[in-house]
């Protein structure tokens, strides 16, 4: 699964952090991936030990382009929101209840019974200066 930064979308649209699934159709390793990514927001809503995690170093995660992401649990929802200048490194800070909700937000890209066709996608967070797309291609 890639994690890639698009800048430049055009006026007045945010910029995209977009995690992606790369394998040709025919493959399917992206759920094994999602799955993971939902363990992770499960274990930031419940469990203060594990505060942040940084998903590009996650097995199967590959940032393009140097692109990274920290997920943090904070008592307040702030978002992904740029952490380095030099990169397109970033962090996502979401509440207990936001990252219940990203859990469930990621249940279709788990279960390929549920699955959306391969152009499907979820807005993971749509606050803060980026936005944190997860999509089934390239293509959102």
Request: aromatic fraction near 8%; include cysteine; proline fraction near 9%.
């Given at each position: 699964?890639?994690?890639?930064?698009?800048?430049?979308?055009?006026?007045?649209?945010?910029?995209?952090?977009?995690?992606?699934?790369?394998?040709?159709?025919?493959?399917?390793?992206?759920?094994?991936?999602?799955?993971?990514?939902?363990?992770?927001?499960?274990?930031?809503?419940?469990?203060?030990?594990?505060?942040?995690?940084?998903?590009?170093?996650?097995?199967?995660?590959?940032?393009?382009?140097?692109?990274?992401?920290?997920?943090?649990?904070?008592?307040?929802?702030?978002?992904?929101?740029?952490?380095?200048?030099?990169?397109?490194?970033?962090?996502?800070?979401?509440?207990?209840?936001?990252?219940?909700r990203v859990?469930?937000?990621?249940?279709?890209?788990?279960?390929?019974?549920?699955?959306?066709?391969?152009n499907g996608?979820?807005?993971?967070?749509?606050?803060?200066?980026?936005?944190?797309?997860?999509?089934?291609?390239?293509?959102?």
């Amino acid at each position: 699964m890639l994690l890639e930064y698009f800048d430049d979308l055009g006026a007045g649209k945010p910029p995209v952090l977009l995690t992606y699934d790369d394998s040709p159709s025919d493959a399917r390793p992206f759920p094994a991936e999602a799955a993971l990514l939902r363990v992770v927001a499960k274990e930031l809503a419940a469990d203060d030990d594990h505060p942040r995690v940084q998903i590009d170093e996650l097995a199967g995660f590959h940032g393009v382009d140097g692109c990274s992401l920290c997920a943090e649990i904070g008592p307040a929802s702030i978002g992904v929101t740029p952490i380095d200048s030099s990169r397109p490194a970033s962090r996502c800070v979401l509440d207990r209840a936001d990252w219940h909700r990203v859990v469930g937000l990621l249940e279709p890209f788990v279960d390929p019974a549920e699955a959306p066709n391969r152009n499907g996608f979820q807005y993971l967070s749509e606050s803060g200066p980026i936005e944190w797309i997860i999509s089934m291609s390239r293509g959102w």
